[in-house]
């Protein structure tokens, strides 16, 4: 499936490797654009596309967190709960957020719209509390943003208080 | 929040500080970009440009500060096959977000870095391996490669000098270990990233078991001011002659102002927090401070003068790691604060040696019961006891660094820990951690 929709972006990915296993996250990634999680059809094509074995695909996904094997909702939010944020509020913000969504992390809401996760540092320490939804950073957040967010995020698909290309503390212009 | 009249002439930041600087190819050229890889390319010998990085002094800004040059030297000298160059953009040690202001905001001051190691080593591919949470900054990368391609500085032939530089971007995909070097290697051949034994260490026996180096992202945008402004330059910033140059601190915590400060090494610990990051950010006055990063001992205000340079921070006892400096109040639990940073060790250990997997997980536990109100004094022994059974033990240097921060804690704050479990004692809460089955 991913071989006849992707085939241009698959070779293109290949292509910078000498040794075509090296492909395999970029190829998870693909994967996982496409259904929202790595299915394991997806696993076993990705296999054969790269000539290895689909449990060596597995052995790899396992290992790293952001590859879902489960779906997640339209919009996955990912606290970060390491010391620097937990310093700053992070709690109070996973708190605030399981309140508004009415979940508890590792779960998603009834309408499929939002998984809540707390992982480890997102390297954003000097601009917690923060949390990255689906590719998106939201830094210094207080009840308010997360508020305005959500709402933006359930009306629009997207919000404008998500971060820009990252400077701070930011700079004097003009 | 806005960044104060700078008080030493910026490096890595000076570009992006600009007024409407936006990073783009004609923004970075106008600034002067390109020109030492112009300098350089068909002009100066691969092992001159090796020699002047070696006598600017530049150390590593990843984490373990090893002489960028000297990494240089260890590839074998007539070796005629590939050999790769790894731009560790893993960034993953908490404390530290420097590298992503610096790929996201002047990516094309660590192209021309990559470029530049690319040439004196002899590599003509060089992979970015980037942590997968950085979207934006992997994207950003990758607009910023094909500017540069297109304008020559990258790709087959550069610049009209026959030499070959192609760069691609390679994005993580969670994992705190994919920033120690062997494992980045492994993650970026498409396997889980457990840390290889080392010798053979990756000058020899790298990517695909080629000679490879590995470079942090601040250690390459520093290559083209070191090569514009000669060696001599560089080495006579900071602290000479072992710490030189500027360092971005990557401030966090309870100051008022948090954020990336680049300042000369050797400044003090008080100059930093209080000069550049604004001070305490309520009237508690401060606590404790981790000088670099999550794998770095904590220091107590008796540190506040401790020179920010790699022997300094050394001999006082810590690490100036990755620059990254966390500041805690008057009020903070050192013994939460442990616990905070032994579940995230926990969390990302990557289960290949067993004294830090089965350590790890152990260490949380008994944290958490002093935390909570559970211990026992006998607890105090059984984490000092697990932490030197587990640093040394392991392949990577990850056991030594998820040590630190309670034995550091231990050796400052012991108190602490003890009153949580006087408390403990008092109300006849305190808990067996192990299974009667394991008990001797």
Redesign the interface.
């Given at each position: 499936m991913l071989r006849e929709k992707y085939k241009a972006e698959i070779d293109e990915i290949l292509s910078?490797y000498?040794?075509r296993?090296?492909?395999?996250?970029?190829l998870?990634?693909l994967a996982q654009k496409e259904e929202g999680y790595v299915t394991e059809a997806a696993m076993k094509e990705i296999a054969s596309i790269?000539k290895?074995t689909p449990p060596q695909v597995y052995?790899?996904v396992t290992?790293?967190?952001?590859?879902n094997l489960r779906p997640v909702g339209k919009f996955h939010i990912q606290v970060c709960?390491?010391?620097?944020c937990?310093?700053?509020g992070s709690d109070t913000l996973l708190g605030w957020l399981e309140v508004r969504l009415g979940i508890k992390p590792g779960n998603t809401t009834k309408d499929g719209l939002f998984t809540l996760s707390k992982?480890?540092?997102?390297?954003?320490?000097?601009?917690?509390p923060m949390m990255?939804i689906n590719?998106?950073?939201y830094e210094r957040l207080t009840e308010e943003k997360v508020d305005r967010i959500l709402a933006d995020l359930k009306r629009d698909g997207t919000s404008s208080l998500k971060?820009?290309?990252?400077?701070?503390?930011?700079?004097?212009?003009? | 929040?806005?960044?104060a009249k700078p008080k030493y002439e910026l490096i890595l930041l000076k570009n992006?500080?600009?007024?409407?600087y936006t990073?783009s190819l004609a923004d970075y050229e106008r600034a002067g970009g390109y020109q030492a890889l112009r300098k350089i390319l068909g002009k100066v010998a691969p092992a001159e440009v090796t020699a002047m990085v070696t006598k600017s002094g530049l150390r590593g800004r990843g984490g373990a500060g090893f002489p960028a040059g000297i990494k240089w030297g260890f590839l074998p000298k007539d070796y005629q096959g590939?050999k790769y160059l790894c731009c560790n953009a893993d960034?993953?040690?908490?404390?530290?977000?420097k590298?992503?202001?610096l790929m996201?905001?002047d990516p094309h001051q660590v192209l021309e870095g990559i470029a530049i190691a690319c040439y004196a080593i002899g590599a003509e591919t060089a992979y970015i391996y980037i942590?997968?949470?950085?979207?934006?900054?992997a994207k950003?990368l990758e607009k910023a490669i094909a500017e540069a391609r297109a304008a020559g500085y990258l790709g087959k032939n550069v610049l009209g000098a026959g030499v070959t530089i192609d760069v691609?971007v390679?994005?993580?995909?969670?994992?705190?270990i994919c920033g120690e070097e062997t494992a980045l290697l492994e993650?970026?051949?498409?396997?889980?990233?457990l840390p290889r034994v080392k010798p053979p260490f990756p000058a020899t026996a790298g990517l695909?078991g080629k000679p490879t180096v590995i470079n942090n992202v601040e250690t390459l945008a520093n290559l083209p001011h070191i090569i514009t402004r000669g060696p001599e330059w560089f080495a006579s910033i900071g602290s000479p002659p072992k710490s030189t140059g500027m360092r971005i601190f990557?401030?966090?915590?309870?100051v008022k102002?948090?954020?990336?400060y680049e300042v000369p090494m050797g400044i003090t610990c008080r100059d930093l927090i209080f000069e550049h990051a604004g001070g305490m950010r309520s009237d508690k006055p401060l606590k404790a401070i981790i000088p670099g990063g999550?794998s770095a001992s904590f220091f107590t205000p008796e540190h506040l003068d401790v020179k920010l340079d790699f022997e300094s921070v050394a001999q006082a006892g810590s690490m100036l790691g990755s620059g990254?400096v966390?500041v805690?109040e008057e009020g903070?639990s050192m013994v939460w604060?442990a616990l905070?940073?032994m579940?995230?060790f926990h969390?990302?250990s990557?289960g290949k040696c067993s004294p830090c997997r089965e350590g790890s997980s152990w260490l949380v536990q008994t944290l958490r019961r002093i935390v909570n109100k559970r211990g026992r004094m006998q607890d105090l022994e059984t984490l000092t006891d697990l932490c030197q059974n587990i640093a040394g033990r392991t392949v990577c240097a990850f056991g030594d660094a998820e040590v630190a921060p309670i034995l550091s804690t231990l050796k400052y704050w012991r108190h602490e820990y003890e009153e949580l479990i006087r408390t403990a004692e008092a109300n006849g809460s305190s808990e067996l951690l192990m299974p009667a089955a394991a008990r001797h």
């Amino acid at each position: 499936m991913l071989r006849e929709k992707y085939k241009a972006e698959i070779d293109e990915i290949l292509s910078r490797y000498p040794l075509r296993r090296s492909a395999l996250l970029p190829l998870l990634y693909l994967a996982q654009k496409e259904e929202g999680y790595v299915t394991e059809a997806a696993m076993k094509e990705i296999a054969s596309i790269l000539k290895i074995t689909p449990p060596q695909v597995y052995e790899t996904v396992t290992f790293y967190t952001m590859l879902n094997l489960r779906p997640v909702g339209k919009f996955h939010i990912q606290v970060c709960k390491s010391l620097m944020c937990a310093l700053v509020g992070s709690d109070t913000l996973l708190g605030w957020l399981e309140v508004r969504l009415g979940i508890k992390p590792g779960n998603t809401t009834k309408d499929g719209l939002f998984t809540l996760s707390k992982v480890e540092c997102l390297a954003a320490c000097g601009t917690g509390p923060m949390m990255q939804i689906n590719d998106d950073y939201y830094e210094r957040l207080t009840e308010e943003k997360v508020d305005r967010i959500l709402a933006d995020l359930k009306r629009d698909g997207t919000s404008s208080l998500k971060s820009g290309p990252f400077m701070w503390p930011e700079r004097t212009d003009g | 929040m806005t960044m104060a009249k700078p008080k030493y002439e910026l490096i890595l930041l000076k570009n992006m500080l600009q007024p409407g600087y936006t990073g783009s190819l004609a923004d970075y050229e106008r600034a002067g970009g390109y020109q030492a890889l112009r300098k350089i390319l068909g002009k100066v010998a691969p092992a001159e440009v090796t020699a002047m990085v070696t006598k600017s002094g530049l150390r590593g800004r990843g984490g373990a500060g090893f002489p960028a040059g000297i990494k240089w030297g260890f590839l074998p000298k007539d070796y005629q096959g590939p050999k790769y160059l790894c731009c560790n953009a893993d960034e993953s040690e908490p404390g530290t977000f420097k590298d992503r202001q610096l790929m996201e905001r002047d990516p094309h001051q660590v192209l021309e870095g990559i470029a530049i190691a690319c040439y004196a080593i002899g590599a003509e591919t060089a992979y970015i391996y980037i942590r997968g949470e950085f979207v934006l900054g992997a994207k950003i990368l990758e607009k910023a490669i094909a500017e540069a391609r297109a304008a020559g500085y990258l790709g087959k032939n550069v610049l009209g000098a026959g030499v070959t530089i192609d760069v691609w971007v390679h994005r993580g995909a969670g994992a705190y270990i994919c920033g120690e070097e062997t494992a980045l290697l492994e993650s970026l051949e498409g396997k889980r990233g457990l840390p290889r034994v080392k010798p053979p260490f990756p000058a020899t026996a790298g990517l695909y078991g080629k000679p490879t180096v590995i470079n942090n992202v601040e250690t390459l945008a520093n290559l083209p001011h070191i090569i514009t402004r000669g060696p001599e330059w560089f080495a006579s910033i900071g602290s000479p002659p072992k710490s030189t140059g500027m360092r971005i601190f990557c401030v966090s915590g309870h100051v008022k102002r948090p954020g990336n400060y680049e300042v000369p090494m050797g400044i003090t610990c008080r100059d930093l927090i209080f000069e550049h990051a604004g001070g305490m950010r309520s009237d508690k006055p401060l606590k404790a401070i981790i000088p670099g990063g999550a794998s770095a001992s904590f220091f107590t205000p008796e540190h506040l003068d401790v020179k920010l340079d790699f022997e300094s921070v050394a001999q006082a006892g810590s690490m100036l790691g990755s620059g990254g400096v966390t500041v805690m109040e008057e009020g903070t639990s050192m013994v939460w604060a442990a616990l905070r940073l032994m579940e995230f060790f926990h969390h990302e250990s990557c289960g290949k040696c067993s004294p830090c997997r089965e350590g790890s997980s152990w260490l949380v536990q008994t944290l958490r019961r002093i935390v909570n109100k559970r211990g026992r004094m006998q607890d105090l022994e059984t984490l000092t006891d697990l932490c030197q059974n587990i640093a040394g033990r392991t392949v990577c240097a990850f056991g030594d660094a998820e040590v630190a921060p309670i034995l550091s804690t231990l050796k400052y704050w012991r108190h602490e820990y003890e009153e949580l479990i006087r408390t403990a004692e008092a109300n006849g809460s305190s808990e067996l951690l192990m299974p009667a089955a394991a008990r001797h």
